[in-house]
């Protein structure tokens, strides 16, 4: 099935590793254009280079620029010269990294204004200056945010204050960009194994008094699946979200969990 990515313009944030290499990935994978980001130069260089040796993709189908997020001038460059060096944007691809999972009691008011920056600002100030190449010929914007604020639980306070304002972002913009032809979607992991599953299931099994091993197989016993999801998979979800084949999809939620969240809407 051909997917509609062939020369499409993409811009990934937070991708030199986990789910947002594995989406940057699977877009070039499908023949786009792809300009990755973070704030680490030499780890976006061998992403890159992986990106381009798992696709088989040209050398200068694969690009970076250097985008910190907790930083809102590099949010804002980092998005004008991926625009840029791809003449124009068609996807854009919105992620940030993992905020802190301690309770409420251990947290601060600065670990909020941190998180705020990381989270929700760099998410909105890359929109804001990827909206004018998007609204130019139309694109998708695809947000990557777990599928856990839906459900909130303990330890998870900073997560569960931000995220959910991304799905509201997505809805609105999903209203207000929809007549200029620009989709707005989330796409939610959880359970997809990564960096980030092996360092909470350490936290957990520290936690718990109990081994990784023990600590897998209880998170894998929430599901109805029988294992952890792969990057892979997840990265396939969202760039068929973020392509003209989903072209009446806008405004929605995918989850990409195993089945994790069971509400019947």
């Not at 099935?1 to 590793?17: E, T, W, Y």
């Not at 990564?194 to 894998?220: C, P, Q």
């Amino acid at each position: 099935m051909d997917i509609g990515l062939r020369d499409a313009r993409a811009f990934v944030l937070a991708s030199s590793s986990g789910i947002g290499q594995a989406v940057a990935t699977e877009l070039a994978r499908e023949g786009a254009q792809v300009v990755i980001s973070s704030r680490d130069e030499e780890r976006l260089a061998a992403a890159a280079a992986s990106i381009r040796e798992a696709t088989d993709c040209a050398t200068d189908a694969v690009e970076y620029v250097v985008c910190d997020l907790d930083d809102p001038e590099s949010v804002e460059s980092g998005t004008e010269a991926a625009i840029e060096a791809l003449g124009g944007l068609d996807v854009l691809v919105t992620n940030h990294g993992g905020p802190s999972t301690a309770p409420l009691p251990e947290l601060s008011l600065a670990d909020f204004d941190d998180a705020y920056q990381g989270i929700l600002r760099s998410t909105m100030g890359a929109c804001e200056a990827a909206l004018p190449a998007l609204r130019d010929g139309g694109g998708a914007i695809t947000h990557l945010v777990a599928v856990s604020v839906m459900e909130p639980d303990a330890r998870s306070a900073v997560c569960n204050v931000f995220r959910p304002a991304i799905y509201g972002l997505s809805k609105t913009l999903a209203e207000e960009y929809g007549a200029d032809g620009v989709r707005s979607n989330c796409v939610g992991p959880k359970g997809i194994a990564s960096d980030r599953i092996d360092e909470k299931l350490r936290e957990r099994a520290e936690r718990e008094g109990i081994t990784e091993d023990e600590a897998l197989a209880r998170r894998v016993a929430d599901l109805p699946v029988d294992d952890l999801g792969s990057p892979e998979t997840f990265g396939k979800v969202a760039a068929f979200v973020s392509s003209p084949a989903a072209d009446y999809v806008t405004g929605s939620h995918v989850p990409v969990d195993g089945g994790w969240h069971r509400h019947a809407f």
